[in-house]
């Protein structure tokens, strides 16, 4: 039983000739150990004759499962009782997060040892209730070093470090356990230079000594002193020494911890593997891949790290060639590592690689995580293919909120708000509550579809009804919702209303009403929100140029030049368009204005090829002139 082997156990049981009280007693605890609850009770109601032990091993092991009416019943039931009975119950209370019940017990009881003191005394410490520990810490007649441990910890905890030192002081006898809760104490409430006094001055130390100064010394930023201590550790642990680097890694210091790892030879994998994310953290992914490089061992996690922490630098591509390396000379893949694949396939995105890993995924046997799924979901509706993102959608047992917000979303992105509203009622359906990401599509379809009054409604049923408070996103698709339908004094006075709320206005919602502004011609707000970008963000460039085209349109040619002067004047360019199309699994990159593509030549000649075609058209047709419609070609694609 002790060895989890509980059915060999069993054979011997049945086995057996004769059985008195202590085999039938070590089959009930054995099954309470390795938590086959129904059984342990089963034997328990089977048995023969019972003695104390037997009706004590029941409680403890229906308290530890949470059975506690059923510990009450038996309780109730023992023909006598000893004061193990007793304590069973009060720390049986205590485990199932029902104090007072134990200090009802514990009241009751006849006979009192000091483990029943300590057990209800610690209880209180733990739920809060110092007053009431502190009156029974001074009624116990004998108290050992646990009882005056607890107390020391309690006090501290709470901030009262007087108290715990006076009574860290008045204890007749300390050992190894004492000194480490005053000085842990001493840590909690940023008294970390009194804690090393007190850790100096400590007779003996135990590992738990070394490793709580350590942390305390790592949590208050002093790092080298946490570095020094460690050195001088006799027994030098290794998650110790991880926790001290990390810190290093989470203030930024990156170097400084690969120079540390460097001349101390204490580094494992995960020691590495956090300089490498530190490194992608900071941006530097030459001197993240250089240490993947020189790593001679690598697991899992590293090679997800790497993976992930490309795609985090836009380095998408170069993550998918990682992850194409990993599957021919490293570990085997795990969820974590679809996860992430699938998130660059998103990103770039590529919607055969992502077919491809999804192939991976089910041959590994991974397609039935819901992580790994709602990727899949994410990758198919940011790579245009929501039939497919629909298809993984319904292939899942349940859904979390991350699988319908994904689903949503893509629908809304995908301009189809009527699917997206659909998705969210469905949702609604269910026990997943909607979060903020979940409203930001419904939102978005909204504005999609046009469906002014489903915007507002939903906008005041987010509030009401969820009581979620609306963030940027939210003000911004309600503005853009009403904007893009020409309702531009409504948008304004959503504005004044969100003032009026006291949140601020960010230049995101200016910047929907600005578009707003330029479909409809409203020269006078246009103005104003165009103004408001501009004082958070003087280097947009799209504002600067919907601003001109917006006082050109109006007949007002001084103010877009004065727009354009601006503009240059703040040294402000225009941003290159960028598109890029998958063709036989190849990605194609073209910039306005570069001929860099070494395709660039043919798509030119394919272009003229074109309006040669259009043109000859035209000309057959004389429905309109030629002039009229032709794109002009400089002979730049982009």
Same mark, same amino acid.
């Given at each position: 039983m002790r060895n989890g082997l509980v059915e060999e156990a069993q054979k011997l049981f049945d086995k057996m000739p004769?059985?008195?009280?202590?085999?039938?007693?070590?089959?009930?605890? +054995?099954?309470?150990?390795?938590?086959?609850?129904v059984e342990a009770v089963n034997f328990f109601d089977q048995m023969p004759e019972r003695d104390i032990f037997s009706y004590n091993t029941v409680i403890d092991g229906m308290m530890q499962c949470g059975d506690v009416d059923g510990a009450r019943e038996v309780f109730d039931?023992?023909?006598?009782?000893?004061?193990?009975?007793?304590?069973?119950?009060?720390?049986?209370?205590?485990?199932?997060?029902?104090?007072?019940?134990?200090?009802?017990?514990?009241?009751?009881?006849?006979?009192?040892?000091?483990?029943?003191?300590? =057990?209800?005394i610690g209880g209180l410490v733990n739920c809060g209730d110092l007053d009431l520990a502190e009156e029974y810490f001074r009624r116990m007649i004998v108290r050992d070093i646990v009882s005056w441990t607890i107390m020391i910890s309690g006090l501290a905890s709470a901030g009262r470090v007087l108290e715990a030192r006076e009574l860290f002081v008045n204890m007749p006898v300390r050992d190894v356990r004492a000194w480490n809760a005053m000085m842990v104490g001493y840590i909690e409430n940023g008294q970390i230079e009194i804690a090393e006094d007190l850790f100096q001055k400590m007779p003996k130390h135990n590992f738990e000594s070394w490793n709580e100064l350590i942390s305390g010394l790592v949590r208050s930023k002093r790092v080298t002193h946490a570095i020094n201590l460690f050195m001088e550790m006799p027994q030098k642990c290794q998650k110790m020494w991880n926790s001290i680097l990390l810190e290093l890694v989470r203030n930024g210091l990156i170097k400084q911890v690969h120079a540390i790892m460097e001349k101390f030879p204490y580094s494992d994998v995960v020691t590495w593997t956090n300089l490498i994310v530190?490194?992608?953290g900071l941006g530097e992914v030459g001197g993240a891949i250089q240490i993947f490089e020189l790593m001679p061992a690598r697991d899992a996690t590293v090679w997800n790290a790497t993976v992930f922490g490309l795609g985090e630098n836009d380095q998408g591509e170069e993550g998918l060639k990682l992850f194409?390396?990993?599957?021919?000379?490293?570990?085997?893949a795990d969820k974590a590592t679809f996860t992430s694949v699938l998130t660059l396939c998103s990103d770039l995105p590529t919607?055969?690689?992502?077919?491809?890993?999804?192939?991976?995924?089910?041959?590994?046997g991974f397609n039935s995580f819901i992580s790994v799924s709602n990727a899949m979901i994410t990758m198919y509706a940011r790579c245009g293919s929501m039939h497919s993102a629909l298809l993984e959608f319904s292939s899942m047992s349940s859904h979390d909120i991350i699988s319908w917000? =994904?689903?949503?979303?893509?629908?809304?992105?995908?301009?189809?708000?009527?699917?997206?509203?659909?998705?969210?009622?469905?949702?609604?359906?269910?026990?997943?509550?909607?979060?903020?990401?979940?409203?930001v599509g419904v939102l978005s379809a909204c504005s999609h579809a046009g469906l002014v009054d489903q915007g507002r409604y939903y906008f005041d049923f987010m509030k =009401?009804?969820?009581?979620?408070?609306?963030?940027?996103?939210?003000?911004?698709?309600?503005?853009?919702?009403? +904007?893009?339908?020409?309702?531009?004094?409504?948008?304004?006075?959503?504005?004044d209303q969100m003032r009026a709320d006291g949140v601020e206005v960010p230049a995101s919602v200016w910047g929907a009403l600005l578009g707003a502004c330029r479909i409809y011609k409203n020269i006078e707000v246009g103005k104003i929100a165009g103004g408001r970008v501009l004082e958070v963000d003087p280097c947009n460039s799209g504002v600067y140029?919907?601003?001109?085209e917006l006082f050109l349109s109006g007949g007002k040619r001084g103010e877009a030049e004065k727009i354009w002067a601006q503009m240059k004047e703040n040294g402000v360019k225009k941003q290159p368009g960028c598109s890029w199309i998958e063709v036989n699994r190849s990605a194609h990159i073209f910039l306005s204005g570069d001929s860099s593509h070494p395709e660039f030549s043919r798509v030119c000649c394919v272009l003229d090829l074109i309006h040669m075609e259009l043109e000859i058209k035209i000309s057959e047709s004389n429905a309109v002139s030629f002039q009229q419609i032709k794109v002009p070609f400089d002979g730049h694609y982009g």
């Amino acid at each position: 039983m002790r060895n989890g082997l509980v059915e060999e156990a069993q054979k011997l049981f049945d086995k057996m000739p004769l059985r008195n009280t202590v085999t039938w007693n070590a089959m009930i605890r +054995g099954y309470f150990i390795n938590g086959r609850f129904v059984e342990a009770v089963n034997f328990f109601d089977q048995m023969p004759e019972r003695d104390i032990f037997s009706y004590n091993t029941v409680i403890d092991g229906m308290m530890q499962c949470g059975d506690v009416d059923g510990a009450r019943e038996v309780f109730d039931g023992m023909p006598f009782r000893d004061v193990v009975t007793w304590n069973s119950m009060v720390s049986g209370y205590i485990r199932n997060g029902m104090i007072y019940k134990a200090v009802e017990a514990f009241d009751g009881m006849l006979l009192k040892d000091v483990i029943s003191w300590n =057990s209800v005394i610690g209880g209180l410490v733990n739920c809060g209730d110092l007053d009431l520990a502190e009156e029974y810490f001074r009624r116990m007649i004998v108290r050992d070093i646990v009882s005056w441990t607890i107390m020391i910890s309690g006090l501290a905890s709470a901030g009262r470090v007087l108290e715990a030192r006076e009574l860290f002081v008045n204890m007749p006898v300390r050992d190894v356990r004492a000194w480490n809760a005053m000085m842990v104490g001493y840590i909690e409430n940023g008294q970390i230079e009194i804690a090393e006094d007190l850790f100096q001055k400590m007779p003996k130390h135990n590992f738990e000594s070394w490793n709580e100064l350590i942390s305390g010394l790592v949590r208050s930023k002093r790092v080298t002193h946490a570095i020094n201590l460690f050195m001088e550790m006799p027994q030098k642990c290794q998650k110790m020494w991880n926790s001290i680097l990390l810190e290093l890694v989470r203030n930024g210091l990156i170097k400084q911890v690969h120079a540390i790892m460097e001349k101390f030879p204490y580094s494992d994998v995960v020691t590495w593997t956090n300089l490498i994310v530190g490194y992608f953290g900071l941006g530097e992914v030459g001197g993240a891949i250089q240490i993947f490089e020189l790593m001679p061992a690598r697991d899992a996690t590293v090679w997800n790290a790497t993976v992930f922490g490309l795609g985090e630098n836009d380095q998408g591509e170069e993550g998918l060639k990682l992850f194409i390396r990993m599957k021919e000379s490293g570990p085997s893949a795990d969820k974590a590592t679809f996860t992430s694949v699938l998130t660059l396939c998103s990103d770039l995105p590529t919607l055969q690689f992502g077919k491809q890993t999804h192939a991976g995924v089910i041959k590994s046997g991974f397609n039935s995580f819901i992580s790994v799924s709602n990727a899949m979901i994410t990758m198919y509706a940011r790579c245009g293919s929501m039939h497919s993102a629909l298809l993984e959608f319904s292939s899942m047992s349940s859904h979390d909120i991350i699988s319908w917000n =994904s689903i949503i979303c893509g629908y809304a992105h995908h301009g189809n708000g009527e699917k997206a509203l659909e998705m969210f009622e469905r949702m609604r359906l269910t026990d997943t509550m909607p979060n903020h990401i979940t409203f930001v599509g419904v939102l978005s379809a909204c504005s999609h579809a046009g469906l002014v009054d489903q915007g507002r409604y939903y906008f005041d049923f987010m509030k =009401s009804k969820c009581c979620l408070q609306p963030k940027i996103e939210h003000y911004t698709c309600i503005v853009d919702l009403l +904007g893009r339908f020409g309702l531009i004094d409504e948008a304004m006075n959503f504005l004044d209303q969100m003032r009026a709320d006291g949140v601020e206005v960010p230049a995101s919602v200016w910047g929907a009403l600005l578009g707003a502004c330029r479909i409809y011609k409203n020269i006078e707000v246009g103005k104003i929100a165009g103004g408001r970008v501009l004082e958070v963000d003087p280097c947009n460039s799209g504002v600067y140029l919907i601003l001109a085209e917006l006082f050109l349109s109006g007949g007002k040619r001084g103010e877009a030049e004065k727009i354009w002067a601006q503009m240059k004047e703040n040294g402000v360019k225009k941003q290159p368009g960028c598109s890029w199309i998958e063709v036989n699994r190849s990605a194609h990159i073209f910039l306005s204005g570069d001929s860099s593509h070494p395709e660039f030549s043919r798509v030119c000649c394919v272009l003229d090829l074109i309006h040669m075609e259009l043109e000859i058209k035209i000309s057959e047709s004389n429905a309109v002139s030629f002039q009229q419609i032709k794109v002009p070609f400089d002979g730049h694609y982009g």
